[in-house]
């Protein structure tokens, strides 16, 4: 049964941004045969002499498991309806779990496996004070309409298709499943030492998840350290910007603007990013009618967010 978010998890997807969103999904009940894999690669595949190929080495047969959470902690909110105003705070936490079936790789990228979304699951307490003087408090915990499903993803003929196994996707989530499922593709494939590069406009959606349009701004990312071990080679990025844009709503879109910075370890020969932290700055504002009534919805907070990856 799909999950419909409500005006109080408006900002569930900001909050599910950055350090390597890899989220999957589509529409079919049957299961990809899974075929032999391939022998494993030692070594990370390298680009020009003095570079890095921060894509890494996929290693087909294995299976890529990415943690991410985060929280939104007492975020100012500010709500108007009419003639009246609440004033409040609201402490948004979320947790994710994929495990991602490397099925085949080709040219060093991954192009078929398979995607179980093992967690998806958003906590929000939000505390308000009404206009009689009294104090509210809601705490409230959802299931996002991917936790527990499993999509079959495939890169055919330059273009990526994602079939959800079992029931059909609400409308939404359809749509949200046009976008590419991983982003390992995102990374410089050639780069050296203290290099930087500019992620604008539509790739800014790698940061942000569906639902968001970036209309404004930009993050640079750069390589600021590689830790040769004798079994893989580690690289140290640092990512920083600011955007801005809207997000959708059931009750039309919302301004935001967001502030980011980021610190990412990512293993070359396993091709993922074992671990991950961020802060940054949320602000979405709006105005709308409900009930008849005009509305307007403002709310400011700092973000944290941690990742976890390993190889199986």
Known sequence: MPIHRRRSHCFCLT??????CETPPSTATQRLVKPPPRPVERQAKRGPPGTYN???????????????????????????????????????SGQTTDELEIHVVEEGLIRSGRLSHVL????????????????????????????GRTEIIDFTAGRW??????????????????????????????IKLGESWMVTGPEL??????????????????????????AETIVTIESAGEF????????????????????ERRSLERALEI??????????????????????????GPITIKTKGALY
């Not at 909050?15 to 390597?20: F, K």
């Not at 639902?211 to 830790?227: D, H, P, R, W, Y």
């Not at 991950?276 to 919805?297: H, K, N």
């Open 120 to 147: 998806d699951k958003t906590t929000s307490t939000m505390r308000m004070n009404l206009p009689d003087g009294t104090v509210e408090t809601e705490t409230e915990e959802e299931f996002g309409e991917l936790h």
């Open 15 to 20: 909050a599910i941004l950055a350090l390597a």
């Open 244 to 263: 801005g844009g809207t997000m959708r709503d059931e009750n039309g879109d919302l301004a935001f603007t967001m502030k980011l910075k980021v610190t």
């Open 161 to 190: 298709t994602r079939k959800l196994v079992g029931a059909s996707p609400s409308a939404e989530l359809a749509g949200d499943l046009e976008e590419a499922p991983i982003e390992d593709a995102s990374y410089p494939a050639a």
């Open 275 to 300: 671990e991950g932290s961020g802060q940054g700055t949320l602000e979405i504002s709006g105005a709308y009618v409900e009930d008849r009534l005009p509305t307007s919805l403002s709310m400011a």
């Open 54 to 92: 921060l894509r890494g080495t996929p290693l087909q047969g294995h299976t890529r498991r990415t943690a991410l959470s985060f929280e939104l902690e007492a975020a100012q909110l500010t709500a108007k309806a009419g003639p009246y105003t609440f004033t409040g705070t609201m402490t948004l």
């Open 205 to 230: 959606r790698r940061w942000l998840g569906s639902g968001f349009t970036a209309t404004t701004g930009q993050i640079m990312s750069t390589l600021t350290k590689v830790e040769a071990f004798p």
